[in-house]
């Protein structure tokens, strides 16, 4: 019997995620405009994050995560070594590898590749940026050593548009690599060589579009980051972004696009409702506390799936944190998740209560979750830890200490869906590198879900993803929120908090390659000590774990 609702609840989670989107009006969002504090503030919590939710009454969410496998170590702007913590779709062995792989029309841009660029290429590709900088800053300039492109000189010459060879230039864009441009610009900031930035930067603006490739259209938003940082902008860039936003119906309908191109979600709610189903199947009173729960939808399905148990419908209360991107998308506060799941128990005759805790994760305090004698305590993270900052933003430390929070509820069981990269505590340039290497595997899956010139997609990139990638490049401190971390980090996090590992099992994976059916053949999704892993083609997206 046991198996059986295994496969039943594997099964009905799946089909929750397949159901027809409305019609979406296209939207374009103009140039990002920089605005002063007073005209927007934050006002939402510190889980605010990008999610790809949908529209009308289907509920999603979407966000960013991390794990334990392997991330690139940008030791030079060319070259990629990969760390000796491989993930499960890393070839076998370490290896070195240039950040160009265009080579290889059967790999990501900048994911883990089983052979590498040659020698050759990458001396091209700084004789072509040599000679790009003699036209930016004349050819006296000696900003870029041809041995190692450090840019290392101290003082530049002006770097103004009208003192360049704009003739030159332009002729020289369709020789050059946007991805290794963008990554000299980036060491050029990092480095405090502003004017050359600058005029990269010019060039730059030639080379990318929104509507082009995944690497043009990635470089539009990574451009913007740049130019942030450059003007010290960030900070109000990202405010920008953020009040900005489209009516909540179009950016619910956003969201709900990239949710239904790319499975990073429905990856993250069905393993999540796979292991929880399993860890409640024999208890009469569940307690669901969602960090991230948004619209709620992931819980429709686990809802439905318990009320079919043989023994009977178990009582099922559920608490809510909120965030303000949902809250927006929804149009409002979360008793409009409350009335619409509480609908969906009443109809499967499921005893249901549901409790609002519309603050940050941050401020949880015990008292705060309602948390009755009795009940098995469910603890669900889904993309949203990585929101709450650590011991390098703040010595109080709200990751670790909501982790000990929750370990203090003794859960039957928490579930953790993050994004596999590492953006942290990495200084900015390394930051950077990360980043551009993460996202350009995913626009290419997302590219491999729409067609290329699909304005709706274009309106879900520009105001579901544009923001986050801002937000890394651009901003430090506090204001940087998007801080993802591997699973060896995590796994570390958790088990100093007294967490164990709780083993997905087979039919966890079994549901995903069965929810993966459904999209390109370059996701995968492989097993590996214990934790599940969503790859691009050789890049791990996303990593799925369970604790206890």
């Not at 760390?83 to 890393?90: D, E, K, M, V, W």
């Not at 600058?198 to 913007?224: D, N, T, W």
């Not at 709900?256 to 990856?267: A, E, Q």
Request: glycine letters at 6%; one cysteine or more.
């Amino acid at each position: 019997m046991q198996t059986s609702r295994n496969h039943q609840t594997s099964a009905s989670i799946h089909s929750m995620y397949h159901q027809p989107m409305q019609g979406i009006d296209p939207y374009r969002l103009s140039h990002i405009q920089i605005i002063d504090d007073n005209i927007c503030s934050d006002g939402g919590s510190q889980g605010t994050s990008v999610s790809f939710q949908a529209c009308k009454d289907q509920f999603f969410t979407l966000e960013s995560s991390t794990g334990n496998t392997d991330f690139l170590v940008y030791d030079s702007p060319s070259t990629v070594s990969i760390s000796s913590h491989r993930s499960p779709f890393s070839p076998q062995g370490s290896q070195s590898c240039q950040s160009d792989p265009h080579h290889s029309p059967d790999n990501a841009y900048g994911s883990p590749m089983s052979g590498s660029s040659t020698v050759d290429d990458d001396n091209e590709m700084r004789l072509k940026l040599r000679e790009l900088e003699r036209s930016l800053l004349g050819p006296e300039s000696d900003i870029l050593d041809s041995g190692n492109c450090s840019f290392s000189s101290g003082d530049h010459q002006d770097t103004s548009a009208a003192s360049w060879n704009w003739n030159q230039l332009m002729e020289m864009i369709p020789r050059l690599n946007l991805k290794q441009v963008l990554v000299y610009c980036a060491q050029a900031i990092s480095e405090g060589h502003f004017s050359t930035a600058a005029g990269m930067m010019q060039v730059m603006e030639e080379m990318v579009s929104v509507s082009g490739e995944p690497i043009q259209r990635l470089g539009a938003y990574m451009l913007e980051g740049l130019r942030a940082r450059l003007e010290f902008s960030g900070s109000k860039i990202y405010k920008a972004l953020k009040c900005e936003q489209p009516a909540s119906s179009d950016l619910m309908t956003y969201m709900g696009i990239l949710y239904n191109i790319c499975p990073y979600w429905k990856f993250a709610y069905t393993s999540a409702n796979v292991v929880i189903a399993q860890a409640v199947q024999s208890e009469s009173r569940i307690h669901i506390i969602d960090f991230q729960i948004a619209q709620g939808s992931q819980w429709i399905q686990l809802i439905q799936g318990l009320a079919r148990q043989p023994h009977g419908a178990p009582v099922i209360h559920i608490t809510g944190i909120d965030d303000s991107q949902s809250y927006h998308a929804r149009g409002g506060g979360l008793g409009l998740v409350g009335k619409k799941l509480s609908e969906v128990a009443a109809s499967c005759n499921v005893p249901f209560e549901f409790h609002n805790a519309a603050m940050s994760g941050c401020e949880i305090k015990r008292e705060h979750l309602r948390v009755q004698p009795g009940e098995a305590v469910v603890v669900n993270f889904p993309y949203v830890l990585h929101h709450i900052p650590d011991e390098s933003v703040s010595t109080e430390n709200h990751r670790d200490q909501l982790l000990r929070l929750v370990k203090s509820l003794s859960p039957k069981v928490v579930t953790l869906v993050e994004q596999e990269s590492k953006t942290n505590t990495n200084p900015f340039f390394d930051r950077f590198c990360e980043t551009l290497d993460y996202y350009t595997a995913m626009f290419e899956s997302i590219d491999a879900g729409s067609s290329r010139d699909d304005k709706k997609r274009i309106n879900a990139e520009q105001h579901c993803v544009a923001r986050d990638i801002v937000n890394m490049i651009a901003c430090e401190g506090a204001e940087r929120v998007e801080r993802h971390e591997l699973l060896g980090k995590w796994r570390s996090r958790l088990m100093m908090a007294g967490f164990n590992p709780y083993p997905l099992g087979p039919y966890v994976t079994n549901a995903v390659r069965v929810l993966l059916k459904g999209y390109d053949k370059n996701y995968r999704v492989e097993e590996h000590h214990g934790a599940l892993y969503l790859g691009w083609k050789n890049r791990c997206m996303a990593t799925s774990s369970a604790w206890r």
